[in-house]
């Protein structure tokens, strides 16, 4: 039996290129541990609806290769959440948009992934463009990896980094 | 094996690639046995085609806080080694580097970083010569970095660069220990797509002259 005081808490969690939305106030949607990777959080305050999207590569450009987990890719995965929450009530109109993660974990003397945060920030910010959607806040770039948070209910979207505690985005 | 058929690696060539592999791995653990004076063994030696995006879950989870000495792989391919250790071994590894008495280090500073940068360097080094030597391939380590952080964060842009090709992973998972002192840890060798195409081209063309 589920009393008032008890109710639990869902998480689900977005993993590397993957999209979730949910419509439970409930639930609070995540993207865990990210670092180049960008977290996208899009929520209808009218029909409390929330939408994540798990970054993990800037454009496809059409490759045969992206057709596979394709929403890995910005260009695919924000058409793509903006499609799955529309299905799920939203009103594209009403969608509020934050945007997190985009660090460079590495210094590019020592690795070979080259700057990998910086374009994914960039891609993301341009295709949000083209489908005229407007960022409402940010917490991008730095040298720091990032757990952040959507809650569904109330739409709060939260950021922890190591060793300080959650701020709200 | 529906993993080795997907990515076209045949079987007897993915057995090759676990013995090369093996064998860089111990002598890569002999070279980090050499440094800390201490016989290090390796516990599991585990080579697996997994799914990138559940690859956090070989270092604990992709929240999970953690020390890793990363080198990046240049040369003939391409590809990423991570030593990753719980906070409080990798402390007790600076102890055991810098011949503190263990539960001295409590931070990582640049001393410390700089004795966890030479033992990535060693562990590598030894990893890389051997799996060159067994190949003749040309295999260099990059200058190595350490860093404290959430475990998903730090090997996300890795797994980028591998997931621009494949949505498979060829993950190496070595977990070593010692019996005098807790150090187990896991030695991560991420290779690209386009390592392991280099790696079974080489060592077929080697095979023909050295076996």
Known sequence: MVTGATVQEKSIAANLGEIKVSNDPQVTLSCLGVGSCIALCMYDPENKIGGMAHIVLPISNNSARAKENATKYADIAIPELLHQMRQQGAVRSKIVTRISGGAQMFNSASSNTFDTGARNIEAVKKVLAEEVIKISAEDTGGRKGRTVRLFVGTGSVSVKTVGEPAKEL | ?211
């Open chain 2, 1 to 211: 094996m529906e993993g080795v058929q997907r990515s076209g690696v045949y079987e007897v060539e993915l057995a090759r690639w676990t013995e090369l592999v093996g064998q860089g791995t111990h002598n890569a653990v002999l070279g980090l046995s050499e440094m800390v004076g201490v016989k290090i063994r390796v516990t599991a030696l585990d080579l697996k085609e997994i799914p990138v995006r559940n690859a956090a879950d070989l270092v604990g989870g992709a929240e999970n806080e953690v020390v890793v000495i990363y080198l990046g792989i240049v040369g003939g391919a391409t590809g990423h080694i991570m030593l990753v250790y719980p906070i409080n071994v990798a402390f007790g590894l600076v102890d055991m580097l810098m011949g503190e008495e263990i539960g001295t280090t409590q931070e990582l500073g640049e001393m410390e970083a700089s004795a966890l940068q030479e033992m990535g360097n060693i562990t590598g080094s030894f990893f890389l010569n051997s799996v060159a030597d067994n190949t003749g391939m040309q295999l260099m380590p990059t200058p190595p970095t350490v860093m404290i952080d959430m475990a998903g964060a730090i090997i996300d842009a890795a797994l980028a660069e591998i997931m621009v090709e494949r949505d498979e992973l060829f993950a190496m998972e070595t977990v070593f220990s010692t019996d005098i002192r807790d150090i187990t840890g896991t030695l991560l060798v991420l290779p690209t797509a386009e390592f392991m195409d280099v790696m079974l081209e080489q060592n077929r063309k080697y095979a023909r002259v050295q076996w």
